[in-house]
């Protein structure tokens, strides 16, 4: 069917249309979340579900969308789990938008998460389109879906990561302070960052590229050999000086994950720690590993991850490697631009998504104004009344709901009220 004729054939319950539908939503329990209510993704777990939950497990993310693997369910009148969100958008992709459906068809082009990380994820990066297709359909069941991945974590505690490769003359300086990597990889290729100009792009990348790969492709018995090295080396000089934040960091990924190369490649990259509403966003092809915090995620729909240390899953190491784009440099964090009264927008450079944050103290009110794309909008405190032209609801923490297009919310907060609104990036939206 045209997108038109989806259009005129449904626009006969205009009000309806426009009305909030409240979500369940799916955790995933992986091993480097957090444990029970320790864990920022447990507790609004707790509050979104009718379930009985086990406060023993870890739990790591709260998927929000509809992608396959982690579902959002409509809520049904008796609190029950209902059609899945993706369903529900197909028998109304009105709700979508014309843009956006036009663009991405019947179906949420980004995926919203709340992440806890009680110790590191796996180093790993996201595939861009033409990877994902490839990988798909090679390995189905290692990379789930075609899609290419760009993300953005926003902090909600202090929050740490490793991100992207580190300037030039800090890997030389690195290069001269671990004597372990020149040890795993050659003094001749460890050397040649010493010998380019750092205005040559190209054969910067080539070096980092080469080091990088031959790090990462060591065999497990040297890995081993050389991180117990680097251990004991570390310790003996932590009696005679201060160790560098970096070194600690390494010492206390080795905890996590002994005689993982994860541990040494550490160092190549940058070390990110981000104040709550600060935000880091990561392309295609950019090397990251989040280490600890909780964060508010948003990303392409898409679950598509290739690792090559500091985890138990698979490895790709020749694929990661190849894939890397090695752009030094560290990364821009955005601080979020106040849009209006009690909300401030995190907006990447990437067509698929963009964040606000409303924080709206007891008695305040404020408005979403209607766009031409959908939201999903989470309450992580406090509670409030939400209302468009359709619908009316009182809403507290783990709240979840989806907002079709070109609708409205007036929010009134009865406590200290934060909410976070995933949707389309206004400058696609706002683009000719």
């Known amino acids: 069917m045209e997108i038109a004729t989806v259009f005129k054939a449904n626009g006969g319950c205009e009000a309806d249309r426009r009305r909030l539908r409240r979500l369940r939503c799916s955790v995933k329990d992986y091993a480097w979340g957090k444990i029970g209510s320790d864990s920022l993704v447990y507790r609004v777990y707790a509050a979104n579900s009718d379930e009985q939950i086990d406060s023993t497990r870890p739990y790591a993310e709260l998927w929000m969308g509809t992608h396959e693997s982690g579902p959002s369910y409509l809520e049904d009148a008796d609190g029950s789990n209902g059609v899945t969100l993706r369903s529900w958008i197909a028998e109304n992709p009105e709700s979508l938008g014309e843009r956006v459906l036009e663009k991405w068809g019947c179906d949420l082009p980004f995926l919203f998460k709340v992440l806890s990380v009680g110790r590191a994820l796996s180093i790993q990066s996201h595939p861009d389109k033409n990877l994902a297709k490839k990988l798909h359909k090679a390995h189905p069941n290692l990379y789930k879906d075609d899609n290419h991945k760009p993300e953005m974590a926003l902090a909600y505690t202090q929050f740490e990561a490793l991100c992207g490769f580190i300037p030039l003359q800090e890997l030389r300086s690195v290069i001269r302070a671990v004597p372990e990597i020149?040890?795993?990889?050659g003094s001749e290729e460890a050397n040649q960052v010493f010998c380019i100009s750092e205005h040559d792009e190209e054969k910067v990348k080539s070096a980092v590229r080469t080091i990088f790969t031959l790090l990462m492709s060591a065999g497990p018995d040297t890995t081993k050999q050389i991180v117990s090295k680097l251990k004991h080396r570390l310790h003996i000089e932590s009696q005679e000086r201060h160790l560098t934040d970096k070194e600690r960091l390494v010492l206390k990924l080795e905890k996590q994950y002994p005689d993982d190369i994860g541990v040494i490649s550490a160092f190549f990259f940058n070390y990110v720690k981000l104040n709550p509403g600060e935000a880091l966003y990561l392309g295609a092809n950019e090397p990251h590993a989040?280490?600890?915090?909780?964060?508010?995620?948003?990303?392409?729909?898409?679950?598509?991850?290739?690792?090559?240390?500091?985890?138990?899953?698979?490895?790709?190491?020749?694929?990661?490697?190849?894939?890397?784009?090695?752009?030094?440099?560290?990364?821009?964090?955005?601080?979020?631009?106040?849009?209006?009264?009690?909300?401030t927008r995190y907006l990447p450079p990437f067509e698929e998504f963009e964040v606000d944050l409303c924080d709206l103290p007891c008695g305040a009110s404020t408005v979403f104004p209607s766009v031409p794309g959908p939201s999903l909008l989470l309450?992580?405190?406090?509670?409030?009344?939400?209302?468009?032209?359709?619908?009316?609801?009182e809403v507290s923490m783990g709240d979840v709901l989806f907002v079709p297009a070109d609708?409205?919310?007036?929010?009134?907060?009865?406590?200290?009220?934060?909410?976070?609104?995933?949707?389309?990036?206004?400058?696609?939206?706002?683009?000719?």
Do not use: W
Request: aromatic share 8%; charged share 25%; proline share 4%.
């Open 182 to 185: 020149e040890e795993l990889v």
């Open 379 to 393: 309450v992580l405190q406090g509670e409030g009344r939400m209302s468009t032209d359709a619908s009316a609801d």
């Open 290 to 343: 989040y280490l600890f915090g909780e964060c508010i995620e948003v990303m392409a729909t898409s679950d598509n991850v290739v690792r090559a240390g500091l985890t138990s899953k698979p490895l790709d190491i020749q694929t990661l490697c190849s894939m890397l784009s090695y752009k030094l440099g560290f990364p821009e964090i955005l601080k979020g631009t106040r849009i209006r009264p009690y909300i």
């Open 407 to 432: 609708t409205e919310i007036h929010l009134k907060s009865s406590s200290d009220l934060k909410l976070y609104r995933a949707g389309i990036n206004s400058r696609f939206l706002d683009s000719p």
